[in-house]
């Protein structure tokens, strides 16, 4: 993509040039795509979702594109029924990136982990956005927003809405996703990249909605034996 020239990569901690150039773009944009990476797991559909709450309050139109399916335990999220299997819907996939004002490419380092959507993405994203926490990513992003040692995705995307000044938008369904894809990707608070900071971020979303038995209990305890 020619347009990954423009030199905006730089992390967001401590770096305030991509979030003041995604602030310049958010009151401009009508329309984004949000895209998780392929056999998305917890926090790659619970940042996704989160997002798309976030957009939803914004007032900017958004639709989550998954590349492939994903398990059924986590079809309970909040705005799950409005997410788009690409497999299902590739002819409309093309029609609405080519007129997205940009894609957020979540939880994922390189445009090859979303399989048969990456030349989609090449060819027609107008503008790249690129949140996510793991190592060695490829840059293809416009803007990046990136921690390694974040514990999720879904924890940059609160601190993105955090940075953004819109703590106040997040409700129990965006408060919800955003625990869930914290959750999934600690172990349940148990691997070493949960920190303090992870903690409290927990608490906040607590006391804006999370009902935190019930997120446990979907995740699981609603599988069958089989």
Known sequence: MSHIASGIKQYLCGMPQPIDTLKDKL??????VIIPHTRPDGDAMGS????????????????VIAPTFYPEFL?????????????QKQPQTTSVL???????????????????????VSNHA?????????????HFGDVELLNPKASSTCELIYEFIETMGDLDLIDK??????????????????????????HQIAADLMERGVVIDEVHNQ????????
């Not at 009151?27 to 984004?32: A, G």
């Not at 079809?75 to 497999?87: M, S, Y």
Request: with cysteine; aromatic share 12%; hydrophobic share 35%.
């Open 98 to 120: 080519k007129k997205a004002d940009a894609v957020f490419c979540l939880d994922f380092n390189d445009l090859s982990r979303i399989d048969h959507m990456q030349q989609l």
């Open 48 to 63: 996704s979702l989160a997002l798309q709450h976030y957009f939803d309050k914004k007032g900017i139109r958004n639709i």
């Open 27 to 32: 009151s401009t944009w009508e329309q984004v």
């Open 126 to 138: 107008k503008f790249v956005v690129n949140i996510d926490h793991h190592l060695e990513p490829s």
């Open 219 to 226: 995740l699981l305890n609603n599988s069958s034996a089989n």
């Open 75 to 87: 079809h309970w999220l909040p705005g799950n029924e409005k997410v788009w299997q690409f497999f």
């Open 173 to 198: 369904d965006l408060a919800t996703c955003i625990y869930t894809g914290i959750y999934t990707d600690t172990g349940g608070f148990r691997h070493n990249s949960t920190t303090a900071k992870t």
